[in-house]
């Protein structure tokens, strides 16, 4: 029933969580919450060093977008090779960093082996996942919410229930009622 509430977007009170995990399943959940929130401020050095190599590179290119507008083509083409330049040197920061560990490509937002084409531009160059760019690429993994980690354990709980006898429920409001098969016993003719 609860997990029907979650699924539908009905609200959950903690009490309704604790009836059916108990006290250690809620304090559980309140760990594994802390864990969740605690992980999503820690990011990896080499990621923050290839963000800081890209924000330089952006620079650049936005100091071009401005020469350009004011119509000076000549700084705006050298503003232009600088950010190139620049972003080309973080992309193969990158592609180096990754291929050393590969775990490292959580971290980016869209793929930047060796052989793939990446655009030396702002839409173009891979982003952080952290990022919140207009261009950063939205296949990066969603965030977990509190509410998904309760309905997971609740889930949890359910396939434990599930394994044990089963329970043939009795929609009469009284509660659960244990089946059996009455042809078992000895005695009776039917």
Same mark, same amino acid.
């Given at each position: 029933?609860?997990?029907?509430? =979650? ?17 250690? *399943?809620? $304090?559980?959940?309140?760990?594994? !919450?802390?864990? @969740? ?8 050095? @080499?990621?923050?060093? &290839? $963000?800081?190599?890209?924000?330089? *590179?952006?620079? &650049? ?11 000076? *083509? &000549? ?12 972003? @080309? ?17 959580? !971290?980016?937002? +869209? ?8 655009? #030396? ?8 996942? !952290?990022?919140?760019?207009? &261009?950063?690429?939205?296949?990066? #993994? ?8 309760? +309905? ?6 359910? @396939? ?11 929609? #009469? *409001?009284?509660?659960?009622?244990? $089946? ?9 003719? =039917?």
């Amino acid at each position: 029933m609860l997990i029907h509430r =979650f699924d539908n977007g009905g609200s959950v009170t903690r009490s309704s969580i604790e009836r059916v995990l108990g006290a250690t *399943g809620l $304090s559980r959940l309140d760990t594994e !919450w802390m864990n @969740e929130k605690s992980s999503r401020n820690y990011k990896p050095k @080499e990621i923050v060093e &290839y $963000s800081e190599r890209i924000r330089r *590179g952006l620079i &650049y290119y936005a100091l071009g977008d401005k020469q350009s507008l004011k119509g000076d *083509g &000549y700084k705006a083409r050298k503003s232009f090779h600088k950010a190139e330049s620049i972003l @080309e040197n973080a992309v193969e920061y990158l592609r180096e960093v990754v291929s050393t560990d590969s775990s490292l490509r959580l !971290w980016i937002d +869209r793929d930047v082996g060796f052989g793939i084409e990446v655009e #030396l531009c702002p839409v173009g160059i891979p982003r952080p996942v !952290w990022s919140t760019s207009n &261009y950063k690429s939205q296949c990066s #993994l969603p965030k977990v919410t509190k509410r998904d980690l309760a +309905r997971e354990m609740l889930q949890t709980e359910l @396939e434990k229930l599930v394994g044990r006898e089963p329970l043939e429920l009795v929609n #009469l *409001g009284f509660g659960t009622k244990r $089946s059996f098969d009455i042809s078992s016993f000895s005695g009776f003719k =039917f």
